[in-house]
């Protein structure tokens, strides 16, 4: 169920420009309204190597757009998650992680 995008062009995706280490983060709901515009905002603070994780099936966006060159140059990456399942966020976010960014759309049952 994991679908990992982004494993890495060129250079270095953990250092930024100024050579400082990248925090890495989460951004729970990424592929929403919301949560689109928080990682694109994260990309031009050039600080965060960012992971998104959405229910849909695959990472969708412009083919020239920030997302896709920073999935390109390993800055970006993609796991699919619901998050009612414990177990599938666990195993996308088992790595390193300073921040969680949670973006959800509340829907009534």
Sequence with gaps: MDDHVGAGGGGNPNTNPS???RTTCVVIGGQ????????QRLLRLEKWIIR???SSSSL???QKSTIAD???SGLVSYFQADVRNKSQLVK???CLLDFILMV???VEI
């Design 32 to 39: 929403g309204f919301i949560g689109r515009f928080l990682v």
């Design 60 to 62: 969708q966006f412009e």
């Design 92 to 94: 996308g976010i088992c």
């Design 104 to 106: 959800l759309r509340v």
């Design 52 to 54: 998104i994780a959405d």
């Design 70 to 72: 920073a999935v390109s």
């Design 19 to 21: 050579h400082s280490p």
